[in-house]
């Protein structure tokens, strides 16, 4: 399932996250945390996670998608690999073709987070920089993605997916991965799905009404039978 959903940050937010990423910001070479696949393909620089920037922008961005119920009801998320930063400009300005690898490891939290769902949270706008396209290969076809500041887009961990080349400007995003509660995409989009039918049944008949009582059971039925907690 691919999900856009819009304005994860708000605008103070982003100039907050835009203000911790200008200037003197620890850059290094992304090469740094790719795998063997990736090492090849991957030309752009990330925010050193060590760093007192990182850690406040990964605070900022947790926090902006705890409070999202869509962002929670699409990914039902177990862990949140912690989010990280990248930039690409100049010669280091695209990763090609790859797909993410299975289980990464948290420094931030010492944990091993299976990689069910990938996630870019675009922090430039569109405006600001040419190429940079996010590029995605599913049972669809191909999409190409390029968000406004603040949006987010979710796609399955399993895709190949590449960034195209930035030639004019800089692109800079979060990106950070999800271990599900539910392992399967085709089991947490017919949940999804059913979790937005409700909400609109409980704006029409309310709560209490019979059928969204027997609903919402069985969301519930569904989710405690797929749930890996």
């Given at each position: 399932m691919l999900l856009h959903l819009t304005n994860i940050l708000s605008s103070d937010e982003?100039?907050?996250?835009?203000?911790?990423?200008?200037?003197?910001?620890?850059?290094?070479?992304?090469?740094?945390?790719?795998?063997?696949?990736?090492?090849?393909?991957?030309?752009?620089?990330?925010?050193?996670?060590?760093?007192?920037a990182a850690r406040q922008l990964q605070a900022l961005v947790l926090a902006a998608l705890n409070r999202d119920p869509l962002f929670l009801?699409?990914?039902?998320?177990?862990?949140?690999?912690?989010p990280l930063f990248n930039r690409y400009h100049g010669e280091s300005n695209f990763y090609?073709?790859?797909?993410d690898g299975a289980v990464l490891h948290s420094k931030a939290t010492q944990q091993w987070v299976r990689t069910d769902i990938s996630c870019t949270l675009f922090l430039s706008d569109p405006a600001d920089y040419d190429g940079g396209e996010l590029v995605i290969r599913d049972a669809q076809g191909?999409?190409?993605?390029?968000?406004?500041?603040?949006?987010?887009?979710?796609?399955?961990?399993?895709?190949?997916?590449?960034?195209?080349?930035?030639?004019?400007?800089e692109r800079i995003a979060s990106f950070f991965w999800i271990e599900s509660l539910v392992r399967s995409d085709?089991?947490?989009?017919?949940?999804?799905?059913?979790?937005?039918?409700?909400?609109?049944?409980?704006?029409?008949?309310?709560?209490?009404?019979?059928?969204?009582?027997?609903?919402?059971?069985?969301?519930h039925n569904l989710l405690r039978l797929w749930a890996d907690t």
């Open positions: 982003l100039e907050q996250a835009k203000s911790l990423l200008g200037g003197d910001a620890p850059w290094r070479d992304g090469r740094s945390s790719a795998g063997g696949q990736a090492l090849a393909q991957k030309q752009n620089h990330q925010l050193s996670q060590d760093s007192e009801s699409a990914a039902l998320p177990k862990k949140i690999f912690n090609g073709p790859h797909i191909t999409q190409r993605i390029k968000l406004p500041a603040g949006h987010l887009i979710l796609y399955p961990g399993t895709t190949v997916h590449q960034v195209t080349p930035v030639t004019r400007g085709e089991q947490r989009r017919l949940l999804f799905d059913m979790d937005e039918h409700l909400g609109r049944l409980r704006q029409t008949l309310g709560e209490a009404h019979a059928s969204v009582v027997g609903l919402t059971g069985t969301y």
